[in-house]
């Protein structure tokens, strides 16, 4: 029995799988990547300066499709492989996604606080399903704690080549992963890369002075498109 946050985060990143219980669907966000030294200082950009590996809080909130509505919209548009991975991206950015596994807005309060969620939290979800208020699509509210279990890169509903990376939020994570951990009603099953691709890879030397990053293949291939590497 998992009980704490620290064992559910070191279980569910060492597998070699990300799993979708039956009482689970996920939030998919698209966004982008640029990187620091290429952001004109003072200019508002969207898109994000790294793709967590870690974990990330939302600032005021964070627009998203749910699972089975964004294949609906693939398939009323003639076909999975019209599932949207881009939504006005940055000029010259590097394409990524980002996705919140979240309690299914259908169940029951017993479901829900079987899930470990209190009163507060079914309020929440609920909340986060209606987009905060405005009815049009689900957001995951501010401050939420979203901690990352690990990445995929290729997306399962259109069939293109994309990074994408999973996370939970924090107040799911030890009840999720005890339902991965026994195995109950899994749905689907995803190979998880565990951030192979998008983690730098250490230093080049152990003298400080010497000693140059090696950037992640991901990095590698946002410098490439710009021309910097060949």
């Avoid at 979800?125 to 704690?145: F, M, Q």
């Avoid at 030397?205 to 710009?226: C, I, Q, R, T, W």
């Amino acid at each position: 029995m998992i009980t704490t946050i620290e064992d559910a985060i070191k279980y569910l990143r060492s597998l070699d799988y990300i799993c979708m219980p039956s009482k689970y669907t996920y939030f998919h966000h698209n966004t982008s990547y640029v990187a620091n030294y290429d952001r004109e200082e003072g200019k508002y950009n969207k898109a994000w300066p790294e793709v967590p590996t870690e974990d990330f809080k939302v600032k005021f909130e964070l627009s998203c499709v749910e699972r089975d509505k964004r294949i609906k919209d693939a398939l009323d548009f003639g076909g999975l492989e019209h599932a949207s991975i881009s939504y006005a991206p940055e000029k010259n950015s590097k394409l990524f996604a980002i996705r919140i596994i979240m309690p299914k807005n259908n169940l029951t309060d017993e479901e829900y606080k079987q899930l470990g969620l209190s009163n507060d939290d079914i309020k929440k979800l609920k909340s986060e399903y209606r987009g905060l208020g405005d009815i049009r699509h689900p957001k995951l509210a501010n401050n939420e704690h979203v901690i990352m279990i690990g990445n995929i890169t290729k997306d399962e509903v259109s069939g293109k080549d994309l990074d994408i990376v999973y996370g939970v939020r924090e107040q799911d994570i030890i009840s999720y992963a005890n339902i991965v951990s026994q195995k109950l009603d899994i749905e689907s099953v995803l190979p998880n890369d565990k951030f192979n691709r998008l983690k730098n890879r250490g230093l080049t030397s152990e003298d400080p002075n010497k000693a140059l990053v090696v950037l992640s293949e991901f990095e590698n291939e946002y410098n490439k498109e710009k021309g910097r590497v060949k």
